[in-house]
């Protein structure tokens, strides 16, 4: 079955330091999408990208699509400690279900 | 407008013992999935339901079993705790196109 698999598991940064992390699929993906769950919450929703080579920007943040479909990825640039937490990425799966990646840990310290 | 809720935040129970969890959709979304999120992983998906029905599943015992009511709440039940059945199980509600899941706070179930 697909599996999502995201790198690295952690970052440590000073604050104002620049964090990516990659997801990759094993299956081609119909679109991809990007949650952020800080500690002791709930995972929240950031974005879908559905597009092959799609980019999109929210402020600091910005999420790239591969052009295979398979691959994806988010930059922060410039961290605040308010963006702490684990980011998911998540294929479909059947239905209107997803498959989570096991996410990267971002520690933002002052 | 009201998020997901979810019902009870925290439960501990003991080995071979059965919990229920409860789950209330966003007004309008009627489709419901379970996920199980153990410590240092992402949401594992356990069961989605739209319209009552049981669109998916996942691979997991069959001591784990849900349900959704007419007014689209869910249940998801578990029969014979395992201490491996400890985590966190969130409830996500979605529009019925493939889209963002809005997930509620979460279930925090401690077996001992």
């Known amino acids: 079955g697909q599996q999502v698999m995201q790198i690295p598991q952690y970052q440590h940064v000073q604050e104002g330091e620049d964090f990516t992390t990659y997801c990759n699929s094993s299956?081609?993906?119909?679109?991809i999408q990007w949650y952020k769950q800080r500690p002791g919450g709930h995972p929240v929703f950031l974005i879908q990208?559905?597009?092959?080579?799609e980019v999109k920007k929210q402020k600091r943040l910005t999420f790239q699509f591969g052009e295979a479909k398979k691959n994806s990825s988010l930059h922060i640039t410039a961290t605040q400690t308010t963006d702490v937490g684990t980011y998911f990425c998540?294929?479909?799966?059947?239905?209107?279900?997803?498959?989570f990646g096991k996410g990267t840990s971002l520690l933002v310290t002052p | 407008d009201a998020g997901v809720t979810q019902s009870p935040t925290h439960l501990i129970k003991t080995r071979g013992q059965h919990v229920t969890l409860r789950c209330s959709p966003i007004?309008?979304?009627?489709?419901v999935s379970w996920y199980q999120q153990v410590l240092g992983q992402g949401p594992q998906f356990i069961f989605q339901?739209?319209?009552?029905?049981?669109?998916g599943r996942g691979n997991f015992p069959d001591r784990f079993s849900a349900r959704q009511f007419p007014n689209y709440s869910s249940e998801l039940n578990v029969n014979a705790l395992l201490l491996g059945d400890s985590a966190l199980y969130l409830c996500a509600s979605s529009q019925p196109d493939p889209g963002q899941q809005f997930f509620g706070p979460g279930t925090r179930l401690t077996v001992l």
């Open positions: 998540a294929g479909p799966r059947s239905g209107y279900a997803l498959n």
């Open positions: 339901y739209y319209e009552k029905e049981e669109r």
């Open positions: 299956t081609t993906l119909s679109n």
């Open positions: 007004s309008g979304h009627k489709s």
């Open positions: 990208l559905v597009k092959s080579g």
